[in-house]
């Protein structure tokens, strides 16, 4: 899958471009704006970014799950191993206190994620905060992403195609790693 990021400074482009989008049978659900002029967006009847697409929950939530998941299954091995209070642990126990942590870690990470932007939107936070609207378009093939960024420089010159990146999340990225723009 691959993501196209793409920035103007009037809603009205963004809107035509959301058009084009449907003409190539891309739904809402294929694509979201990220902008802070919410009220407009919404006017337009426009696909806004929701607070997962614009927060790092999901991509702090599985760092956690992780980190989360492997101290679990640590502390399960140090109780089986050292069986501290004489306590024994068999299978179901030991995948339970795993899980459990796992879970843990994720529920902080996730916490720890809402409170920060998405860190594939930091590339963008300047233009949003100066009230450029990004759209964000996902699309499962490489051809229709070509279809859609060739229709967008043909129909839509005043806007900018940013960047293109696999949909893939690197759970333990710090920032974004765009491919270099091109058509």
């Not at 659900?29 to 929701?50: N, P, Q, T």
């Not at 997962?52 to 091995?77: P, Q, Y």
């Not at 759970?171 to 765009?178: G, K, L, Q």
Request: aromatic share 10%.
């Amino acid at each position: 899958m691959r993501t196209l990021y793409y920035l103007t400074d009037k809603l009205d482009t963004a809107e035509a471009m959301v058009t084009t989008l449907h003409a190539l049978e891309i739904s809402d659900d294929g694509y979201y704006i990220v902008s802070k002029d919410h009220d407009g967006v919404r006017r337009h009847h426009l696909h806004e970014a929701s607070a997962i697409d614009e927060t790092d929950v999901i991509h702090s939530g599985e760092r956690g799950a992780i980190i989360g998941g492997l101290c679990g299954l640590l502390f399960a091995l140090w109780i089986a191993i050292f069986q501290p209070l004489g306590l024994e642990m068999g299978l179901g126990a030991f995948l339970f206190v795993s899980a459990l942590i796992g879970c843990f870690g994720a529920w902080v990470g996730g916490m720890v994620g809402i409170s920060h932007d998405n860190y594939k939107l930091a590339p963008f936070h300047d233009a949003i905060a100066e009230g450029k609207y990004l759209l964000v378009v996902n699309v499962r093939e490489p051809a229709k992403a070509r279809e859609i960024k060739e229709a967008m420089h043909r129909k839509h010159p005043e806007a900018w195609f940013e960047a293109e990146d696999d949909v893939g999340i690197d759970v333990f990225a710090t920032r974004a790693e765009f491919r270099p723009r091109h058509l």
